[in-house]
């Protein structure tokens, strides 16, 4: 199918072109750019909505976006789902069961739910994703649910081009506090406990709430007597009553000013606390209109990923239309044998491209 | 301090000037390409090993890597670490606690202990964690170990740049065996269970070997019964027996060939186990020497780093020496109110940077 064709398909609603006019992206063949070009510009009108989840192998995201998919079908609204899964090299992605059941059983013609694989991708990852996530925006899906395993830099970009971020814990992973200590747990605006009818929930709920400074009490101030308190969404100050510290020494606080990541607790398998979940998403995204701050990270986002799509494009004529790959093959035997170092040979292939450049 | 003093601070092998030197990389200043290439003469002659250390917060990597070092220096050897911490935008790092104290407990002039902010580096912190690690080796290490958190696309590309990589699992984690299935555990030729005195530890292990299909009984072909038997490392084949094929089906394997990634048990924080472990990354060594790997890996990875480094120098072309930056910041606004695609923003910018680049 032509370009061409996957546009107009794509103006006339068709499932089809959808998948493919993903495909294109996702292996970046001719024409891709066009087919992002004309998503971006049915995306102002869409006014969907992004989500990110994110947390480690085995705390129930699947299970939880399905849950997730299911009381936004019930709200009428379509769901577009973006999962990102790390590809081994030696299984090829098979062990992948459950999200292709998940696809299959999908036969909602406002569900549509893909699966990306991460080969190959490294650090053009998160631009594809937020570009796949383009394209089911444009296609008019009122929720886009990005769905990504682990805590990694390139996880962490993922979910962060998503408007509201949710981090899934559990209480048998150790995942919690341990994460949180080691500060990777920073981008999320919503926090879940999911399976929170196993041992250890409430322990968890509690210690990532100390951890987000959200308990002004005795138990944070134990925990971290440096910090000071921070306003909360509703408003107040928390802890003056303990502190001794007068309402005074705290200005008054617009309600939108500040959001305070709630701690949930759900049993996804059971659909228990989906509801509040959404409540929750609904709430961080009203706090982010209201607050401007919608406007202004979405200029953030469009910023960084103009920057992105052309050191991307810059990359690809370098490998294209220059002889930059072609001198890097014939100068790695002297950086093997230690005759120069990688930085000569870069310097050296660089001039050539500028000096090249406008042939 | 100059360029030119740091480079012959290091001739003169001052720690002072190796600590600048890695600051003047992290931060890409002024001559730090200078800095990496004259270590890069200094890298073929040095002969030293890289360890990569992985696994989740909580694991116990950093008491794993300090009995290392404890290990290593009783042989006599110096060591040289270098650790990729996730820094939380609120914390700025501050709760690295652990490490700061190990840093400063070494006193040994033959260990030297660096922490890596990831702050900024994205896409680029594999590169820089590479460069860094040279750095180390130019100056004389000799084990350098890497120890980086979490189970993320760019923690395995930086993973990926040592020889040997060791996996770290605790039993308490539920990391293990949900992590394999999500097909994120391939990159490791050596599984450790620390804190193998806990409840479930020998569970685990079990678990990972089935998973790794070392188990060629019973056991393993229950799991994956569709997994042809791989040779073993000591040049047999396994489960020949049980499934009923002669010798004659599998080739003879030489005892180098094969690589079987052994999952051994520590208490990192009793030092037991390491003496096992260190033995198992010097196995791995012979391994990959004898089986020729080690000149080819050390050739793929300087192709890798030779075109990392070409990106990167080009993106740094494009910010400093064409109107790029420029360009980009006068047609936000057009992009932000859906004007103009990102893409062809970034196609009208690099169409001005070929036309301009011989300027």
Known sequence: MSVERILEALDRHEPAALARAITL?????????RVLSHAHARLARAGARRVGITGPPGAGKSTLTEQLIQHYRA??????????D???????????GDRIRMESASLDPHVFIRSMATRGAHGGLATTTEEVADLLEAFGFARILVETVGVGQ??????????TTVRVLVPESGDGIQ??????MEIAYVYVVNKSDRP??????????VMLGIRRGNAFRHVAPHHAPRPRADGRTGGLADSGVGPSASPPVRPSAVWEPPVLATVASRGEGIADLAAALDRHYAYLEASGRLVERRRQRLAARTRAVLERAVQRWL??????????AQRLDEVVEG???PYDVAAEILDQVKAGAAR
Chains 1, 2 share one sequence.
């Open 25 to 33: 992206v996702e292996n970046q063949s001719d024409g891709f750019e």
């Open 75 to 84: 709200q009428g609204l379509s769901v577009g789902v973006v999962a990102v």
């Open 86 to 96: 790390p590809t081994s090299p030696f299984t090829g992605g098979a062990l992948l």
């Open 154 to 163: 390139t996880e962490r970009d993922i979910a962060r081009s998503a408007e």
């Open 179 to 184: 994460t949180l200590k080691a500060g990777v």
């Open 200 to 209: 250890g929930a409430d322990t968890l709920r509690q210690e990532v709430e």
């Open 319 to 328: 490998v294209e239309a220059t002889r930059a790959e072609e001198l890097l």
């Open 339 to 341: 005759r120069r170092s």
